[in-house]
């Protein structure tokens, strides 16, 4: 696979304003694993691998485990998240799947039980965020770096 066109040299001025929006949701006081998780999350559903790759690897150097890496992808069957991270993962999954319907009461019920009305704007920009991330990335192809070890044969 070849990248399709580099976005920022395409149109840098757009570009811009997606970075400074970027910037205010993960520096909005939420905590960093929990950005870190969701915007993992949010790319596994969308199949993007470059931030598939990125938030693993920002995860861990942040202080994130290994496993709890893994298992974003399988939550509801791991006893290692919280609830407000649970929240957090069910919400994101919602709203990366807008076209499977309506946000469901009960849903925002969840969320809302475990983030401030503030939170909640927050995350939920978090989550556009990485939909637009995750867009641009697997429309145009960007490719995650790959080390040398990891190479198909």
């Known amino acids: 696979m070849q990248p399709r066109l580099d976005f920022f040299a395409a149109e840098p001025k757009i570009m811009k304003a997606v970075l400074a929006l970027n910037h205010a949701a993960e520096t909005s006081g939420l905590e960093r694993s929990l950005v870190h998780l969701v915007k993992l999350r949010a790319s596994q559903i969308n ?8 938030h693993s690897r920002e995860a861990r150097k942040d202080g994130e485990t290994e496993q709890r890496v893994y298992l974003v992808a399988a939550w509801r069957e791991s006893p290692l998240f919280s609830e407000r991270e649970r929240a957090a993962f069910a919400w994101t999954e919602k709203l990366t799947r807008l076209a499977d319907g309506p946000v469901p009461d009960e849903l925002f019920d969840e969320a809302s039980s475990q983030f401030s009305a503030e ?19 697997v429309g145009f192809h960007a490719i995650h770096p790959v080390a040398e070890e990891s190479r198909a044969a």
């Open 47 to 54: 199949g993007c691998s470059y931030c598939v790759d990125m």
């Open 119 to 137: 939170e909640m704007v927050k995350l939920t920009v978090l989550i556009g965020m990485i939909n637009i991330w995750n867009r641009l990335c």
